[in-house]
């Protein structure tokens, strides 16, 4: 595999001399506001270097491990721990020339030129010297420092209601250049039929300092780690769910349901629904009353290769896009809450494409005066974010409501490498204006298409999120 002259130029994926303009002028030198993601706070308070570009570009990376499998790399090199790390390296530059026309294939090569300034195409005859370029500019670089250089302005991590937030404290000491705030993820607190879940109540109990042994006393310890979360920053919470529960449901019920589970009496599915709507409407009345955005992130059907779930554990990289129904629970929770004059900021992500519309049009029926954009259709997720899928959610929601209004892009990466993303994404947004422009559909008036486009990138998002506040 040669290229003849370096593949991620200036003015890569820009069709046009209006798409430059657009990108080079209004959209490449903005600030990122990465509201979601899995970036490990630990880390980021440690303010250590980062040892090797194995650590930070493959470990947890589900995303190259599904490439590195499909191209039938064994196991060992990609999650085993009898592997060194070089190895593993080595294994994902045989596989990058296989990802050609995969989003695996553009982020490699634009996050390579990015952090370290290589232009080579990563594969087994370029390998070792990259491998021993980029690690001789990580060992001089903390996981800080690669946010700045990237202009990152805000990150939001995602952590559990239990979690003590230590360093989140310890990162507000340090004066970084990146505001790294927490999000609510309280999806162990509705799942009640977890093998687990007797075992996290009990943490959660250990966590608010009393006992949990009723619907009371758990929303009560529920509303104390809102409250002790939103002491430190946090304006979002977040669930990654199949879809949202709206199952009819009274507080009385629930709380023999939850007394049930903790009495370890089996559970039926009907009632699990119950519970979990009840707690999910609750935990949207809290962030109502905090001013917070909610995040709902739905549709993934995870773990379906069980041999690599017993062998690895969670996020093994075996999820697939599901088919769930998702328009009637959306519609039946959203319209609970509207009519409470409780209904928050919202942002929804659906991983199936064929639901675009139906998610799309979901979020125009509420809206609130004064709140441009209060309801949003989030970006194209996972297996969605990628050129083809934020181009159809792009034009979808153009369609379907005010794509002026977007608050655009997020990483939703466990990596520190990966903000070069938001740079893909203003470049497909530029062009796709740009197309239009050629095209006849509006006008070329750049000033006017470079606020909006600016707007979209960034400046919706700091309006949206006021973490100022």
């Not at 589970?261 to 009907?270: C, G, N, P, V």
């Not at 153009?398 to 203003?426: A, I, K, Q």
């Amino acid at each position: 595999m040669t290229s003849k002259s370096p593949f991620i130029g200036a003015n890569f994926l820009l069709q046009s001399d209006i798409a430059e303009t657009l990108y080079h002028q209004y959209a490449k030198d903005l600030p990122i506001i990465d509201y979601h993601n899995h970036l490990s706070p630990q880390r980021i308070a440690e303010d250590q270097p980062i040892k090797n570009i194995t650590e930070a570009w493959l470990n947890g990376d589900h995303y190259k491990w599904r490439g590195m499998r499909a191209n039938g790399i064994g196991e060992a090199f990609i999650t085993g721990d009898k592997t060194t790390q070089k190895e593993k390296f080595l294994k994902w530059a045989e596989t990058v020339p296989y990802t050609l026309r995969n989003p695996l294939f553009h982020w490699t090569h634009l996050e390579l030129k990015r952090y370290f300034n290589i232009v080579n195409l990563l594969q087994p005859s370029t390998a070792e010297a990259i491998y021993e370029k980029a690690n001789s500019i990580l060992e001089n670089k903390t996981p800080a420092q690669l946010l700045e250089q990237m202009n990152v302005e805000v990150i939001c991590t995602t952590d559990d209601p239990t979690d003590n937030l230590e360093h989140h404290k310890t990162i507000r000491k340090k004066e970084f250049f990146t505001k790294v705030l927490p999000t609510f993820r309280p999806d162990n607190l509705i799942l009640i039929e977890a093998d687990s879940y007797i075992s996290y109540i009990e943490k959660l109990a250990s966590t608010v300092g009393f006992p949990i042994s009723n619907l009371t006393e758990l929303l009560e310890a529920i509303q104390h780690r809102v409250d002790f979360f939103n002491t430190l920053g946090c304006r979002l919470s977040d669930y990654g769910l199949e879809q949202i529960y709206a199952f009819d449901f009274t507080n009385e019920a629930a709380d023999a349901i939850f007394q049930k589970r903790l009495s370890q009496t089996e559970i039926t599915k009907d009632e699990a629904n119950v519970f979990a709507s009840c707690i999910l409407f609750e935990l949207c009345k809290m962030y109502h009353a905090k001013g917070w955005v909610q995040q709902f992130h739905l549709g993934a059907l995870r773990n379906n290769n069980s041999k690599l779930l017993d062998q690895i554990g969670l996020d093994a990289g075996v999820d697939s896009i599901g088919d769930f129904n998702q328009a009637q629970a959306m519609s039946k929770l959203f319209n609970q809450l509207d009519a409470e004059n409780s209904l928050s900021k919202t942002i929804t992500y659906n991983l199936n494409p064929s639901q675009n519309e139906v998610f799309a049009t979901m979020m125009g029926n509420y809206s609130e005066a004064g709140i441009p954009g209060k309801m949003q259709w989030g970006s194209g997720w996972w297996f969605l974010d990628q050129k083809d899928g934020m181009e159809k959610q792009l034009n979808t929601l153009s369609n379907m409501g005010l794509l002026s209004r977007f608050v655009g892009m997020l990483t939703d990466s466990r990596s520190f490498l990966s903000f070069p993303r938001h740079e893909y994404f203003r470049r497909i947004l530029c062009n796709l204006i740009a197309e239009d422009v050629k095209n006849g559909l509006v006008p070329n008036d750049i000033e006017f298409l470079g606020k909006m486009i600016q707007d979209i990138c960034y400046y919706n998002a700091v309006n949206y999120f006021n973490f100022e506040n």
